[in-house]
């Protein structure tokens, strides 16, 4: 089950980028983890930070979910609710 209709960001978060940059994207691991909590997602663990698309495990409302994100866009690619 793939849901990203109902993520919605508030405007208000901003975070800084602490881990090494990723020279393929500009994008880093850690700014991207923090684009994820901005949706209200908590415990981002990244799973897999190469490459044009980053994966995550994350939490929201006590549910288990996958997420990856373009690295390129900061966009949310894919959000899917684990079981």
């Known amino acids: 089950e793939v849901t990203t209709a109902s993520i919605s960001k508030p405007a208000t978060a901003e975070k800084a980028a602490s881990a090494p940059k990723n020279t393929s994207s500009g994008m880093t691991c850690g700014k991207?983890?923090?684009?994820?909590?901005?949706?209200?997602f908590t415990a981002v663990k990244a799973s897999d930070c190469t490459g044009?698309?980053?994966?995550?495990?994350?939490?929201?409302?006590?549910?288990?979910?996958?997420?990856?994100?373009?690295?390129?866009?900061?966009?949310?690619?894919?959000?899917?609710?684990?079981?």
């Open 52 to 83: 044009a698309v980053y994966a995550f495990n994350a939490t929201r409302d006590g549910k288990p979910f996958a997420i990856k994100l373009n690295a390129a866009s900061g966009e949310l690619t894919e959000v899917k609710k684990l079981q």
């Open 32 to 40: 991207a983890g923090d684009i994820i909590t901005e949706y209200g």
